[in-house]
């Protein structure tokens, strides 16, 4: 059985982590992109929506499942929306540390030898090595959270819940 290299799909951001996950290509194989909600048979189930549309579905559903104001999570939406392939007509990376988009170079971290990251950003990773190299994910949790609950108008906890399962999906804390 081929192994599912869990990512996130690329028109609505949730997580694929089974092969129930991702959505379907005309030939019946798998996307490599999106969900089997945003995408079935070599379509978009819904080829007609907007960003604006999607943000709003979705801050509706972050809105009730972590405890943010509408408006706040429906703008969140649409920030994270806009670095996906669906919607920013290319695949930007995203750091495998704390999940920042790399779209501009100077987002990058850098290597030994100067050169960019293609992993990870500049807040993350410099020379080659990681700014915390002892930095854990559950301190990386502490960390972010109330920066997120403060951004977003959330409850800390709630915040934290939200990191923790953003996180968990990032390379450098499954490895």
């Known amino acids: 059985?081929?192994?599912?290299?869990?990512?996130?799909?690329?028109?609505?951001?949730?997580?694929?982590r089974t092969e129930a996950d991702f959505g379907t290509e005309a030939d019946g194989e798998?996307?490599?992109?999106?969900?089997?909600?945003?995408?079935?048979?070599?379509?978009?189930t819904e080829p007609g929506i907007t960003i604006d549309m999607m943000a709003e579905k979705g801050g509706a559903i972050f809105s009730r499942m972590f405890d943010i104001p509408r408006e706040?999570?429906?703008?969140?939406?649409?920030e994270q929306l806009s670095c996906l392939k669906r919607w920013a007509g290319r695949e930007i990376a995203f750091c495998e540390s704390c999940g920042m988009p790399l779209a501009r170079d100077e987002d990058a971290g850098t290597e030994a030898?100067?050169?960019?990251?293609?992993r990870y950003c500049i807040?993350?990773?410099r020379g080659g090595?990681?700014?915390?190299?002892?930095?854990?994910?559950?301190?990386?949790?502490?960390k972010y959270a109330?920066?997120?609950?403060?951004?977003?108008?959330?409850?800390?906890?709630k915040a934290r819940e939200m990191v923790r399962q953003y996180?968990?999906?990032?390379?450098r804390w499954r490895e």
Do not use: R, W
């Open 1 to 16: 059985m081929k192994e599912i290299v869990a990512k996130s799909c690329q028109s609505c951001g949730m997580p694929m």
């Open 123 to 125: 807040y993350c990773y």
């Open 30 to 44: 798998k996307s490599k992109d999106y969900c089997t909600y945003c995408y079935q048979n070599g379509a978009f």
């Open 167 to 171: 996180l968990s999906t990032l390379p």
């Open 146 to 157: 109330p920066m997120m609950a403060e951004h977003l108008g959330m409850p800390v906890e």
């Open 113 to 118: 030898d100067g050169s960019q990251s293609a």
């Open 129 to 142: 090595a990681f700014v915390e190299p002892e930095l854990t994910e559950e301190t990386a949790v502490e």
């Open 72 to 78: 706040n999570a429906k703008a969140f939406c649409k």
